[in-house]
């Protein structure tokens, strides 16, 4: 049996899908060393594998959403990391002696730590790869976007340099984030990623990678209503929008339907304002649970949240906080799966409104959602990872 050392970002988003994955692994024999931020530790250890920490203290999922919100601002962070984090990947590497090296396809430092030391690799993606395609985003977004990132550009430039100099110019191929492997794993499904000359037969796509069982999920007990229902969350990142959360109570207080709004547990309910009597707000609901008995989702657009969605065959509304979720919004809306809307200040309750009832009265909608989910059935999930990855075990020792 192989041992595999997995590396990734301590963000929910990344973690979910790669631990039904890791239990999978475990159970036929392998042994997984895992190394995260600390707060994964318990459903790291849950799923079988060894846990370690990484030496910067400051990488975890709090860090994460600080920087989440413009994509520059991710990039200069996890550049800046990847000073710390080659040096402790390649030791790590070269006292554990590895049969595979398993990391995160924006964990530079695995990239360039595999390369360094010619260990076997293979890339985890939980995002739609853009990179050799065009898209749409409009002239105010790519101003917006522009003015945030060229400040970010001299920090990036000169850790890269650096980087590129102790680890040689192979070892940072471009682009940076995503980093590609010798083996790429997408957990999206196959029809969600547009063609682009990037992905090539490297990559597969496995589709949402969901087991119940890892997410340590409460009881969930449905509402008593024969109204349609409709869960709304923002996510784990960028959920303390009370600006959207408003225009939601505004637009739907007197909607024919049941509204399930989770808010996260930074913002207090009292700062909401007065609830209306069709809403059920909670800090947190079990989402796996909640998907299989809802009409819509209203989603933040969360590539994690998106593929969670179209894996119970929910349409949805797309509400974007950031740049990432703007462009996983616009794929829901090409594949006729959902609607998109603009996530920010100048969003409507008249908008929101609108949205949803084309969402929940055109078949259309719900068709393509319906297709999708048996798109993500067939894609075969952590099941199918787990044979990608032990196939490709035997390919490299050969």
């Not at 396809?105 to 030391?117: N, P, V």
């Not at 101003?143 to 400040?151: C, D, S």
């Not at 990678?209 to 969350?233: F, G, K």
């Amino acid at each position: 049996m192989a041992k595999i050392l997995y590396f990734n970002i301590p963000g929910y988003g990344h973690v979910n899908a790669t631990l039904p994955v890791v239990a999978e692994l475990v159970r036929h024999g392998h042994e997984i060393i895992y190394y995260c931020g600390q707060e994964f530790q318990t459903a790291i250890e849950k799923a079988g594998a060894s846990f370690r920490s990484y030496p910067v203290a400051e990488l975890d999922s709090r860090m994460i959403a600080k920087i989440a919100e413009h994509l520059a601002n991710v990039s200069k962070y996890l550049m800046k990391s990847a000073r710390t984090l080659v040096p402790f990947t390649i030791a790590e590497i070269e006292r554990e002696k590895p049969d595979l090296v398993i990391y995160d396809a924006i964990t530079i430092w695995g990239r360039i730590a595999t390369h360094a030391t010619g260990t076997p690799s293979i890339a985890s993606y939980t995002i739609m790869v853009n990179e050799g395609r065009k898209i749409e985003i409009g002239c105010r977004k790519m101003t917006a976007f522009a003015v945030t990132a060229i400040p970010k550009l001299p920090s990036i430039l000169i850790n890269r340099r650096t980087l590129m100099q102790e680890y040689g110019e192979k070892a940072l191929q471009a682009p940076l984030f995503p980093s590609k492997a010798q083996k790429n794993i997408q957990f999206i499904l196959p029809s969600f990623q547009p063609e682009t000359p990037f992905v090539d037969d490297t990559f597969v796509q496995v589709g949402p990678s969901i087991d119940s069982a890892m997410r340590q999920e409460a009881p969930w007990q449905p509402p008593d209503t024969d109204l349609p229902q409709v869960l709304i969350s923002l996510g784990t990142v960028n959920n303390q929008n009370t600006h959207f959360y408003r225009s939601a109570f505004a637009a739907f207080a007197d909607y024919p339907a049941q509204f399930i709004l989770s808010v996260g547990k930074l913002i207090g309910l009292d700062a909401l304002g007065k609830v209306p009597n069709n809403f059920l707000v909670k800090d947190s609901v079990p989402q796996l649970q909640v998907l299989q008995q809802v009409d819509a989702f209203i989603t933040h657009g969360g590539m994690n949240s998106v593929q969670e969605g179209l894996y119970y065959g929910v349409p949805q509304v797309v509400v974007p906080q950031q740049m990432e979720q703007f462009i996983n919004g616009l794929r829901v809306a090409e594949l006729g799966a959902g609607a998109l809307l603009d996530g920010g200040d100048n969003l409507t309750p008249e908008q929101l409104r609108d949205a949803l009832d084309a969402v929940l009265t055109k078949p259309s909608y719900r068709m393509a959602a319906a297709q999708l989910r048996e798109d993500a059935r067939s894609a075969g999930g952590y099941l199918r990872a787990a044979d990608e990855i032990e196939a490709f075990l035997e390919d490299v020792s050969k």
